[in-house]
C-alpha cells in the first residue's frame, strides 16, 4: 500500500481536521527555518495530535507500517531539523500547548510539548518566578522543540540552556508505548539519566509528549548597558574583564558593524551605526546591588575602550534594545533574498580571533555577513545574506562556511553551540565527534527505533 493510502488509515482514527494531506497544504511543512542547502520533500500528511493518546496510536502505526515520523514544533529550528527529506509525515505539536501546572512551592512547571517558551515565561513571571531559556524567537519556538535542540541564548551566559531545566518528561517511543524518564525533584541518581538523553536528539530516539521543567525565582531588578568599541580586539578584552570581575553578568552579547546598521534600519532604534561593534549587557539581580555593579561594569568598559556607553533606565528601554538584538536575522533578511545563520563556539579567550576569520572568510568570498554572538559564551552565529538561487554565491557560502568550522575546530571550537545538527551540519559531525562516539550514538539511535522510522536522516 502505498504511503498516501496509509494516511488515509491514519485519519480514520483522528479527528477530521487533524490531518492535511492534500500537497498544497503539506508544502510549508517541508521547511523550517534553515537555509534550504539540503533539498526537502513535501510530507505525504501533517498530522495534528492533540492528546498522548493520539501520539500512542500514531506510533504504533507508524511503527507497523515503517513510516517515518517528523515531530515539529514551531518549525523554527535553523538545521533542517524538522523539515522533511524523504516520504514521512509531520507530528506537528501546535495543538498540545497547554501548561498543565505551575507548583510554585517546589518551583517546577509541567507542559505539553507545543507551549511557546514566551507563554511558559508569562506563566512563571505571574508567580513571581522565571524560566530562564531565551532563544531570541522565544515568542514563537516550543519547549518541545528547545528540548530537542537544547537551545539556548542570551541569558546562557549566567543561566544555562534548556538542558539545565529538564528534570523530566513523557515520551512515547517509537512503536508507541509510554514511557516515564527522569523525576520531579531536585536530585535524581537513580539509573541512567534518560531524560537528558533526550536533550538535543532532534526528535530522532523519542516523541516528547510532556516535559516537566525547573523554574528559578525571577530576579527582582534588570539592566541593559551597551557598549560600543572601535575595534572587535577591545570588545572582546573587554568580555574577557567583565566576566572575570566579580560583576556576574547575565547576557553578554556582541554585534558586528554590519550587524547593528542592518538592526538599526530595521528598527530605528538609535544604535550608534559608526562603530565598529557593539556588546549589550545585562545586568540582574537585587535592586540594592544595581547601581553599585552596573558603575563598575561602565568602568572596565571605559579602561577596556568602549566609547560609548547607554545604560537602559527602565524595563521598556531594556527590552527596546533587546528585541532590537533578537531582530537581527529578520534585519539580516532584508539584506538579500535569503541568509544562512550558522552557530559555532570557541574557548572565549579565542572569540576575537574567531570573529576577525570570520570577517576575513566572509569579504574573501565577497559574501555579506552580519555578525552576532553569544560572546560570553564564546559563541558567534554569522548571518551570510545572499541570494541562493545564484550558484557563485550559492557555492562561496559553502566553502565560506567549511573554512569557518576548520577554523573554530583548530581554536579549540565546535559547529554547533545550540542550534543542533539536522540535516544542514550532518556530513561536518565526523570533524567535531570521536568516530567510536558516533557508533556508540548510532547504537543507541538502534535501541530505540529499530526500524529508524523517528525523523531519519538527521544528525548521522
Ligand atoms: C529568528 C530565530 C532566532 C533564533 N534564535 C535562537 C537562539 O538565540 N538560540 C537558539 O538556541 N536557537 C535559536 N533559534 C533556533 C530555534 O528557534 C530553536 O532551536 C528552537 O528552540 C526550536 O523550537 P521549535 O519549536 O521551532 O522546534 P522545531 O524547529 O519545530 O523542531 C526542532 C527539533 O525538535 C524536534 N521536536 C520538536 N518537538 C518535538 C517533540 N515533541 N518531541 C520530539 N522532538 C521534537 C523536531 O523534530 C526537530 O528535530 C532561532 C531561530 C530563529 C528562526
Given at each position: ?12 482514527f483522528?479527528?477530521?481536521?487533524n490531518?492535511?494531506t ?11 527555518a ?22 500512542k496510536k500514531i506510533?504504533?502505526?507508524?511503527y ?14 535553523m ?10 509525515i509531520?507530528?506537528?505539536f ?8 505551575i507548583?510554585?512551592?517546589n ?7 507545543g507551549v511557546?517558551?514566551g507563554e ?5 513571571e ?6 530562564p531559556?531565551?532563544?531570541s ?6 519547549i ?5 535542540q537544547s ?18 518528561m ?8 509510554l ?16 531524560a537528558q538523553l ?5 526528535g530522532?530516539?523519542?516523541?516528547i ?6 523554574l528559578i525565582?525571577k ?9 560600543y ?20 553578568p ?9 550587524a ?6 530595521y528598527?530605528?532604534c ?5 562603530k ?7 545586568l540582574?539581580g537585587?535592586?540594592?546591588s544595581?547601581?553599585l555593579?552596573?558603575?563598575m561594569?561602565c ?12 545604560i ?9 534594545i533587546?528585541n532590537?538584538?533578537r531582530s537581527?536575522f ?11 545563520t ?10 576575537a ?6 570577517q ?22 554569522p ?21 569557518m ?5 583548530k581554536?579549540g ?7 543542533g545538527?539536522?540535516?544542514?551540519k ?8 570521536d568516530?567510536?562516539?558516533i ?7 538502534k ?7 523517528l525523523n531519519?536522516g538527521?544528525?548521522?
Open positions: 500500500m502505498s504511503l498516501k493510502n496509509k494516511t488515509k488509515e491514519i485519519k480514520a483522528l479527528k477530521n481536521d490531518i492535511l492534500e500537497k498544497e497544504e503539506c508544502y510549508c511543512y517541508a521547511q523550517d534553515s537555509n534550504i542547502i539540503v533539498p526537502r520533500e513535501i510530507p505525504d500528511a501533517v498530522v495534528f495530535a492533540e492528546t498522548i493518546e493520539d501520539v506510533m504504533k502505526y507508524a507497523e507500517n515503517e513510516i517515518p515520523v517528523i515531530s515539529r514544533g514551531a518549525g523554527t529550528n538545521v533542517g531539523s524538522c523539515s522533511c527529506n524523504r516520504e514521512g509531520i507530528l506537528n501546535s495543538r498540545m500547548n497547554k501548561i498543565i501546572e507548583d510554585s512551592v518551583m517546577i512547571a509541567r507542559v505539553q510539548p511557546v517558551l511558559l515565561k508569562k506563566a512563571a505571574k508567580v513571581g518566578l522565571f524560566f531559556p531565551d532563544p524567537n522565544y515568542t514563537v519556538s516550543t518541545g522543540g528547545a528540548i530537542s537551545s539556548g541564548g542570551a541569558l546562557g551566559f549566567k543561566y544555562g540552556t534548556t538542558k539545565d531545566y529538564v528534570l523530566s513523557k515520551v512515547v517511543t517509537a512503536d508507541g508505548r514511557m516515564t524518564l527522569g523525576a520531579d525533584t531536585s536530585k535524581d541518581s537513580a539509573g541512567y539519566h534518560l533526550m536533550v538535543g536528539s532532534e530522532t530516539l523519542a516523541v509528549v510532556e516535559a516537566t521543567v525547573k525565582p530576579p527582582q531588578s534588570i539592566k541593559a548597558v551597551s557598549a568599541f572601535d575595534g572587535v580586539e577591545e570588545a572582546m578584552n573587554a568580555v574577557n574583564a567583565t566576566i572575570s570581575s566579580s560583576i556576574y547575565a547576557a553578554v552579547d556582541f554585534m558586528d558593524t554590519n547593528i546598521n542592518s538592526v538599526e534600519n528598527t530605528n538609535n544604535l550608534n551605526t559608526n565598529a561593534c557593539l556588546l549589550l549587557i545585562t540582574d537585587f535592586e540594592s544595581m547601581e555593579r552596573t558603575d561594569l568602568n572596565i568598559l571605559r579602561i577596556s575602550g568602549a566609547t560609548e556607553i547607554k537602559s533606565q527602565s524595563e521598556d528601554e531594556y527590552n527596546s533587546w532590537a538584538r537581527s529578520a534585519a539580516a533578511a532584508r539584506l538579500a533574498p535569503d541568509v544562512v550558522d552557530d559555532i563556539i570557541v574557548p572565549r579567550k579565542n572569540l580571533k574567531m570573529a576577525n576569520i570570520c576575513n572568510i566572509a569579504a574573501k568570498y565577497g559574501l555579506t555577513m552580519c555578525l552576532i554572538g553569544h560572546a560570553g559564551d564564546g559563541n558567534l552565529h548571518q551570510i545574506a545572499l541570494n541562493l538561487d545564484n550558484d557563485i554565491e550559492f557555492k562561496n557560502c559553502i566553502d565560506a562556511r567549511s573554512e568550522y576548520t577554523e573554530a575546530i581554536l571550537g565546535t559547529i554547533s553551540a545550540e542550534h545538527i539536522g540535516l544542514e550532518k556530513s561536518y559531525l565526523r570533524s567535531v565527534v568516530d567510536n562516539a557508533e556508540y550514538m548510532k547504537m543507541i539511535k535501541v530505540f527505533d529499530p526500524k529508524n522510522i531519519p538527521k544528525i548521522f
